[in-house]
């Protein structure tokens, strides 16, 4: 949620911002009326209540001089009628403004976060910029196949199954298979909470409502969600763990020179990708449920940019690690998420598309999520409470990890090499075959 101030002073920054964010005509128009209207409504009720506090006093003096000036007695009475009407007129006024401000406040809730100044303007992902550039895009001296027809041909992969079990958009891993992803959550926690600082949890994957708000996918993305009840209790399945992580701090006030804090959790994530049907309808790409590892920030503003620049050194270091080619990208402003100040996409290499695919977003939210679920910190014991930046970024998509594993390192008989970061998680274990140095899934 935006400053309030962008519905008083900045609504001209704020229409040119939404502009930039592909925000449609129609929300821009509603908040600009609605916003000139409250500031009228203001001017006009402080008016109001300036002339009813002066006549009010001139009542006062009147009705002093009413034993002895019937006249003054008269003009003293002819005064409160006209402040009864202007009390009404007040009262009018008020009610209209209340209403005003609580769809000010709904709308505030579905308006997307104000980008930084050093974020490329543009409408979609085409106006992204490349920052960073890791490894050569594998070439094959063979037809690269894609990953569901290596990981169907391996026995590790069954989608028909999975089918027959949950419908559409849905995987399961068999074997060797379920002990690569599970290798991959492990080695990325490792990273993570060793090398990178980052300290791990294992968090609820049912939410409730208010930390799906306090995040922002609600209420503008509800349709994007996996919802359940039981009797009258509401809980949506995490789409990421960015959610509950973030809000392990709702509502709190951080001691002096706690922060920042890094926190990382694997979790299973559930997504109905509503608008997306006809995309990557074949493989492990868009899944109603994948497997993620998530890295979460809550940092002094001041330091937040140095912040993301390190979460997105963390997210390439795995991608190193794994041997895979790829690229990062500074998002612009159309194509950022909702929450997001500035996005940085990771995008590795797969060989039977030919290009780079997303497998990591980092992003500053700046203050945007402390607000909606006030995040605030205090730089000494006797300082007022102020609101903390959250980060949050993938460190990885598990599932597209696995995809570029099986592609990359493909041979032409449909075989899989596993990268070296990934042989003492797996050495051993039924389905891998060693051969010198190297760890092999073959049929």
């Not at 000139?36 to 006062?60: P, W, Y």
Request: contains cysteine.
């Amino acid at each position: 949620m935006l400053d309030t101030s962008y519905f008083q002073d900045k609504v001209t920054d704020l229409e040119t911002a939404l502009k930039n964010r592909n925000t449609s005509g129609e929300v821009i128009s509603s908040l600009t009326s609605l916003s000139r209207r409250r500031k009228e409504l203001i001017v006009q009720t402080e008016g109001l209540k300036a002339k009813r506090n002066s006549v009010t006093q001139e009542i006062a003096q009147l009705k002093g001089k009413a034993k002895s000036d019937p006249a003054a007695a008269a003009e003293a009475d002819k005064k409160v009628i006209e402040m009864r009407a202007v009390g009404d007129q007040i009262k009018g006024f008020d009610e209209e403004l209340k209403g005003i401000e609580e769809k000010l406040n709904d709308l505030a809730l579905r308006i997307p976060n104000i980008p930084h100044s050093s974020v490329p303007v543009g409408a979609d992902l085409e106006h992204n910029k490349e920052v960073h550039k890791w490894g050569t895009p594998t070439k094959l001296a063979f037809e690269p196949k894609d990953h569901t027809s290596i990981g169907e041909g391996l026995g590790i992969l069954d989608f028909e199954r999975a089918g027959k079990i949950s419908g559409a958009r849905f995987a399961l891993y068999l074997g060797a298979g379920a002990a690569l992803e599970r290798a991959l959550i492990q080695f990325m926690l490792d990273t993570h909470t060793v090398d990178h600082g980052y300290r791990e949890v294992i968090p609820p994957f049912l939410v409730n409502r208010e930390s799906m708000t306090g995040t922002g996918q609600l209420p503008k993305f509800e349709e994007d969600l996996f919802k359940t009840g039981l009797a009258d209790r509401e809980l949506f399945l995490i789409p990421t763990s960015e959610v509950p992580l973030t809000n392990m701090y709702r509502n709190d006030i951080v001691d002096p020179g706690k922060l920042p804090i890094y926190l990382t959790a694997y979790s299973p994530c559930f997504r109905s990708e509503a608008g997306s049907y006809g995309k990557d309808t074949r493989g492990l790409i868009r899944q109603h449920q994948f497997q993620k590892v998530e890295m979460v920030k809550i940092a002094e503003p001041e330091k937040s940019y140095e912040e993301l620049e390190k979460m997105v050194k963390n997210a390439e270091k795995i991608l190193e690690l794994l041997e895979l080619p790829y690229r990062t990208m500074l998002l612009c402003t159309g194509d950022m998420g909702f929450s997001a100040s500035k996005t940085y996409d990771l995008e590795v290499w797969l060989p039977s598309q030919n290009t780079y695919r997303e497998i990591s977003s980092c992003s500053n939210c700046e203050d945007f999520q402390a607000r909606r679920a006030q995040i605030r910190y205090r730089t000494d014991a006797n300082a007022k409470p102020k609101l903390a930046h959250t980060l949050n970024g993938s460190g990885l998509a598990v599932g597209r990890a696995f995809v570029a594993i099986l592609e990359n390192f493909q041979d032409a008989h449909g075989n899989v090499r596993i990268p070296k970061a990934l042989n003492r998680y797996l050495e051993g274990k039924p389905g891998f075959t060693r051969e010198g140095d190297a760890l092999w899934i073959k049929k």
